[in-house]
């Protein structure tokens, strides 16, 4: 094997080389392998001792994969994998899950040093306001978990309440996402989901009065959303003082409600974007002509002093 002088040297030499593909098949290319018996067991044991002279940070995702049932069962947009909720005996018993998981997995993020925890799903805030400190126990017992971290717990709107967002401040979680998609109740309702502006305001309202920096998602490009609309959501929850929008575009596709709509009614059964065909039962959706897209995505660039995306 070369040793690192010359491996210094060729990396040097080799620097400012013209490359029109990056992507390796190895690292060097094996075009400059010389050396055809390299032994497996030495290359993993220096792989070894050198992953353990490297400081190792993790980022915790820890999901719940309940969520309350929608018109039709889950929300028509959703192309996350998620179980219907069926009541508190589902959760008590999933943390049961997750304690049992963080035995198995103790002995393994031994000295890991964590760096943010993400309580995600389906639907982290279905919990009762008792139940966040076991949640987060769950991660106490395999981890210490250092001061000043970013601790999230993401959540509908409709299922927070001021007891809750206290439970969870009082357990250590630090930050708030809430899935506001849009703020305009008829809106909404294509997706089958349940919630109202007014509970919106309400969470961040009890956010600001526990000190919970929240954040909101929201998407555009969404059925019968017009430009205004968009912008309006926007404007909206810049105003309230959030610390972060994620701004996604509505993405129509797989086994979901909004994909099968789309579906039945693209311009190959001759049909205008825009349209609505008749008879067509269960909310209306209505997609936004290509032409909005465009202006859509110009609108994005104003929108980006206060959002990221
Ligand atoms: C894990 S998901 C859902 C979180 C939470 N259960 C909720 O419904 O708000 C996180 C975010 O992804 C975004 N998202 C989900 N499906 C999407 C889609 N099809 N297109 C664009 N954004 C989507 C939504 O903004 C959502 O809040
Ligand atoms: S959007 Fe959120 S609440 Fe709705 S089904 Fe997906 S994960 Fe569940």
Request: glycine content about 8%; some cysteine.
């Amino acid at each position: 094997m070369h040793d690192l002088q010359a491996v210094h040297a060729f990396v040097e030499k080799h620097r400012r080389r013209r490359q029109s593909n990056k992507v390796l098949h190895g690292h060097p290319s094996p075009v400059h392998w010389l050396e055809k018996d390299v032994p497996m067991r030495d290359v993993l044991q220096a792989r070894e001792q050198a992953n353990r002279a490297i400081r190792k940070q993790v980022n915790l995702y820890v999901g719940t994969p309940y969520c309350l049932p929608t018109d039709p069962d889950r929300c028509g947009f959703c192309l996350f994998p998620s179980e219907i909720y069926t009541g508190h005996r589902q959760l008590d018993e999933y943390l049961g899950y997750l304690e049992r998981e963080g035995d198995m997995f103790r002995d393994h993020f031994a000295g890991t040093e964590l760096a943010s925890i993400y309580f995600g799903g389906g639907t982290s805030n279905l919990y009762k306001a008792d139940q966040y400190p076991r949640l987060m126990d769950v991660v106490r017992g395999v981890f210490e978990i250092p001061p000043h971290i970013e601790v999230t717990l993401e959540g509908i709107p409709q299922t927070f309440t001021h007891d809750k967002l206290l439970g969870m401040k009082q357990s250590g979680m630090n930050r708030i996402s809430m899935g506001v998609q849009q703020l305009d109740d008829e809106l909404i309702k294509a997706s089958g989901r349940k919630q109202t502006s007014e509970q919106v305001y309400r969470t961040l309202e009890s956010c600001d009065a526990l000190g919970l920096p929240a954040s909101v998602d929201l998407i555009f490009g969404w059925p019968n959303q017009t430009l205004e609309a968009m912008v309006r959501d926007l404007e909206a929850m810049a105003a309230t003082g959030i610390t972060h929008i994620t701004h996604y575009e509505l993405n129509v596709a797989g086994r979901t409600d909004f994909f099968s709509k789309s579906e039945r009614r693209t311009p190959h059964d001759g049909r205008q974007p825009g349209d609505v065909p008749r008879g067509q039962s269960g909310p209306r959706v209505v997609w936004l002509h290509a032409g909005d897209t465009i202006r859509l995505r110009a609108e994005r660039r104003r929108a980006r002093e206060y959002v990221s995306v």
